[in-house]
């Protein structure tokens, strides 16, 4: 499974790249295991297979490990489909519940609970839908649906379900500056 989901994610990646719909198998895997947009998303499904094998201890080392390295905290409990993307990862918590396939998160991405849960309850934890973009910054908080092909705009506050197709934007600020004397 773990195998069939990692090259989902790179024939994804390939295909933003510009390279079609190259499709990746254990070689591609390979050779691109050490890149940085890639190798966050093996620790991810490590960390997430170890955790459903039972294996203890091991499924929190690995997200620590994507936590030092990338700046990525993504929760072993989170269920991610095939395709997900990080263009950058620096500063993102993926504290869902699930993210569906062909999801891509921009830096910065506050995935999780309206207040605190040290239990993961999935009954306060977002689901985000399939082809869906989270824009830099923005924040998805408690037990709320992303619909299939959003657009969350960067730093959106989401505490609300969003419908499919839907287009979520930041509310804009104006600021006025005082004239000089």
Known sequence: MIKQLLCEDLSRQYALEGRGAKRAGVAGILCRL?????????????????????????????????????????????????????????????????????????????????????????????VVGDNVTLGTGCKILGGILIGNNAIVGANAVVVHSVEAFARVKAPQSVVKLQEDQ
């Open 34 to 126: 050490f890149h940085p947009r890639f190798l966050p998303i093996v620790l991810c499904r490590a960390s997430r297979s170890c955790m459903k094998a039972g294996i203890p201890i091991l499924p929190r080392m690995l997200a620590g490990l994507n936590l030092f390295f990338f700046g990525l905290e993504v929760t072993p409990s989170c269920e991610i489909g095939p395709g997900i993307f990080f263009p950058h990862t620096v500063g993102t918590v993926i504290g869902a519940l699930r993210l569906g396939s062909n999801v891509t998160v921009f830096h910065g991405v506050t995935l999780g609970a309206r207040e605190l849960d040290m239990h993961f309850d999935p009954r306060k934890r977002p």
